[in-house]
């Protein structure tokens, strides 16, 4: 009797919870016809979809009132940042703006366009891409032969294989172990797979403009919301920390940096990164430090795994150093919670790296970069004396492989500017492509030798004198 009772609550329950849930749902649509129609009025008006005060204000009355009713304010905060997402995103879809990418142009776009022109019979001088022109190291190739030869060519680890994860961590040093390493294919997936172990969606990631353009895409894919912290060539890159600290809500769980920079070459000083890791561990946040470039550093520049934060993720790759970009063997390194976390993120999406690819980074750990660092310093040093002649304004490189001069003259598009130089014959990677108020800049990479970079530049120079 007793037993049945139960069974007819529980039934009760359930269509009581199946009605609150279509209830919510109703809502839901009910918020988005009035996000639809505020959409239509802000683009009558021409004003921002986004606006950073009123959403404040929403969050301040959700948190109120969860804490008045006993809810959880992270988790109705979460269900805040889904529903803003999704009006945004409506709204985006009426004013027909492209959805989360700040511009349809980037370097790599630019670079498909200048693969079809070069297809047709067009020569291009290729200034928008991020990849050594340089080859990688000679051992790797014997590595790889003795890798089909041993038959040493299976899955492994999804961690990696444990001897270039405890050699690794040798190279790192600071106390790293083995289990604080992951190897990953490229730093990408690295940056990508700790990001989709520590977020949750509708959790907001803080990363500083300009910035290489996956950080939004990885976060947009997590279901997460990118806050950009927007720097200025007239503060020389540098963040400024109290905008930084007032960016830091409830909902913030990671800051993302990288230094030497793409795409502006800076190497921001320790006195910053260490008032950044002191506002990361008063609110608890994770860091990710995304280290790809920190061989190519022009001044001493100190890596994340020196401070020694147990919320920390430092990426690096093989990529840059060793010209090994195709082999796709990058490293994560964290505490070993966060390390298994991003392993089985591997896991499901690709078992492992390449066994034999891993084998090539093992012999190529000790490779000594100083010729390519030097090789890429002079590049660099070429760019911006040609560029100081011509009166662009723009940082002189610290680090990285690229210069980001904003424009001068009568195009102050960076989107004309990159389509009159594509027909001229000149690939150069468009200044939005890394945050949507930078379109007043381009970024010249420093991966070509140096009569092509001389010859591009000339042609940039005919432009750029011609108005
Ligand atoms: N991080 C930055 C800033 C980059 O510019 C790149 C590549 O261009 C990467 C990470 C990824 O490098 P990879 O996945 O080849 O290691």
Redesign the pocket.
Known sequence: MVKEKRHEELSKLRDEIRNVTLDIIDKVHKRMELSERIGTIKGNLNIEIEDEKVEQEVRGSVTELSHKLGIDPAFSGRLLNIMLMESIRLQQIQQKKPESTPSEYTHLSVFSKAKELESSGKKIIHLEV??PDYPPPRMIKKALIESYNKKLYHYTDSRGLPKLRQAIAKKVGNGITHDEVIVT???????FSAILSILKPGEEVISIDP??P?YREFVDFAGGKIKTLETTLEEKWTPDIRQLEAMISEHTKVIIL?YP??PTGKVLDEKYITKIISLAKDNGLYMIS?E??SDYAFKRFTSLTHYKYDKSIV?S????SCAM?GF???YGIAKKEIIDKMARVQAIALTSVAEPMQHAALSAIDYNPAGNVKLIKERLDLISEKLCNMSFDFITPEG?MYVYPRLRGLIQNDVILVEKLLNLGVAVAPGSGFGENYKQFMRISACQPKKLLERGLEVIKSIMLKH
């Open positions: 991020g990849e294919s490229g730093g990408r997936f690295a940056i910035a290489w996956a990288n920079n793409n995304d790809v470039y990426v790759s093989f990529s840059k970009t796709r063997v990058g990285a």
